[in-house]
């Protein structure tokens, strides 16, 4: 069989076959902009997802045994056949998750990117040697060798924002260190991260070595993370999603990339103009459905009347409509996640806080909206929006915006506004958050950097080297001389 069914139906990939589910069933995927079906992939059962999984564990002994430049030579070749299939991928993203056509086809060059850089880090990986006389009473003779080898059987869980970068971020550290991988995109962007794989595939793909599950989440989700052959998960998605996941792997090690309330501090002695500029970008980026976006900002109230309107110029000037227009903010993933964005912006408005500006509603796509005054008892200071809304709190001074953030659930990223670098550098020691931007917007990039969360947004380090070595474990052999 071939990925196509036909135009709008998908097979999924397993043990180098593109197939269907035994009952012929499905799932479809709607499009943000029109709400037309893009795609229909295969709806999975338990069995079928445990022939998956037990098919990849059986080859990771023989994919773990490659020669690593082998391996590293499979991701180049992956990385040049998906920038080959970069109009057809960037299509598909464009009409699954509602992304401007020119960032899908971007989505997919960096990805090619991200695969080769990781395909390069890869050969670098090395374990250590140590002498046992460096411990009091142990014996020169006495010495250790650790090896780095792989967990085995790698769960990879991406998103629905980033379907083809996420994915592969997960995928590629995990085969070039000897890795076999289960991959369960999300639904939303499922077709995308099929594509993916097709490249993949073409790239010369040994049988086993991936297989792609693709159903319902509650036919198959809590079965393929509490599946005894899965070794490591490694997810980005929601907080809970991810509280759920981790409390189900047990004992295995698992890798969270979760939600944020990233804010923006800005100082009173802040460039206003870029200020303005890069919260805007960075708040309403393919509108604020990202972890990294900015959520909310803290202004000091000096400064703040002439920040707001600065901002509020800036995003009365952007363009709202379908991504298919090039639109700069477009429709949310669905009309659940307008509905709670609307939720959070009536709960702000009962209990005071000042509108600026509010964009009108159409069914999923909401004009941005920007709410001032906002206060420690509206729902929106707090819950993680992943819209386009953007609310401004004042502060009298940067203590009042650090101790905000420290009571804060999340803790991904911060931006801190100023001139001063010296005092930057002190607040971004005192912010308990996984990156500090200074002057400029928060953000995930360059994928080679580590990223990660504290507190409720994630465990563990992500960005190339770090994802390459969460695919490793120690593994001793002691010498006796």
């Known amino acids: 069989m071939a990925l196509r069914q036909d135009n709008k139906k998908f097979h999924t990939l397993l043990n180098n076959e593109w197939v269907g589910s035994k009952s012929g069933e499905t799932v479809e995927i709607y499009s943000p902009d029109d709400h037309v079906v893009t795609g229909e992939v295969p709806a999975l059962s338990q069995e079928e997802v445990d022939k998956a999984i037990t098919q990849t564990a059986d080859v990771q002994a023989n994919w773990e045994a490659t020669e690593g430049h082998e391996r590293s030579e499979l991701l180049h070749r992956w990385a040049e056949e998906l920038e080959k299939m970069t109009d057809e991928i960037g299509e598909m993203i464009h009409r699954e998750v509602g992304k401007t056509l020119s960032s899908a086809k971007g989505e997919v060059k960096r990805t090619a990117q991200l695969i080769r850089h990781t395909a390069e880090e890869g050969l670098r990986t090395h374990g250590s040697f140590i002498q046992g006389d460096a411990f009091p009473g142990a014996s020169k003779s006495t010495k250790a060798m650790v090896q780095k080898v792989p967990h085995g059987v790698v769960l990879a869980i991406s998103p629905f924002n980033y379907p083809v970068n996420l994915a592969a971020s997960k995928i590629a550290p995990a085969l070039i260190t000897g890795n076999t991988v289960v991959f369960k995109p999300a639904t939303q962007g499922a077709v995308s991260g099929l594509l993916m794989v097709e490249a993949l595939v073409k790239a010369g793909l040994p049988e086993g070595v991936l297989n792609v599950v693709t159903g319902r989440g509650s036919v198959i989700g809590d079965f393929v993370v509490t599946h005894p052959k899965v070794d490591m998960i490694t997810f980005t998605g929601g907080t ?242």
């Not at 393919?286 to 920040?307: F, H, N, P, W």
């Not at 901002?311 to 009365?316: C, G, M, S, T, Y």
């Not at 420690?376 to 953030?405: H, K, T, Y």
């Not at 100023?418 to 308990?432: Q, R």
């Open 240 to 481: 809970a999603t991810g509280q759920h996941i981790a409390k189900k792997a047990s004992m295995i090690p698992v890798v969270l990339e979760l939600g944020g309330k990233d804010p923006a501090i800005v100082l009173d002695d802040a460039d206003l103009d870029k200020t303005a500029k890069e919260i805007v970008g960075g708040a309403l980026s393919y509108s604020g459905q990202r972890c990294t976006a900015i959520k909310r900002v803290m202004v000091v109230d000096s400064v703040a009347d002439e920040l707001i309107a600065k901002v509020k110029e800036q995003v009365e000037a952007l363009k709202v409509g379908p991504s298919s227009e090039g639109a700069n903010v477009t429709p949310m993933i669905d009309q659940k996640s307008a509905d709670y964005v609307v939720s959070l912006i009536d709960d702000a408005k009962n209990k005071g806080a000042t509108v600026v500006t509010e964009g009108s509603q159409e069914k999923n796509l909401l004009g941005p909206t920007i709410l001032d005054n906002v206060t420690e008892d509206m729902e929106v200071a707090w819950e993680e929006q992943f819209g386009p809304v953007l609310p401004f709190m004042r502060i009298s001074n940067e203590l009042e915006a650090i101790d905000l953030e420290r009571r804060n659930a999340y803790g991904l990223q911060a931006s801190i506004f100023t001139k001063n670098l010296e005092n930057a550098f002190a607040i971004a020691d005192k912010l308990n958050v996984g990156t500090v931007q200074v002057n400029g917007k928060t953000s995930r990039g360059p994928d080679h950097f580590p990223f990660l969360g504290v507190k409720s947004s994630g465990q563990g380090v992500q960005g190339i080297g770090r994802s390459i070595d969460s695919m490793l474990r120690d593994k001793v052999i002691v010498l006796n001389l």
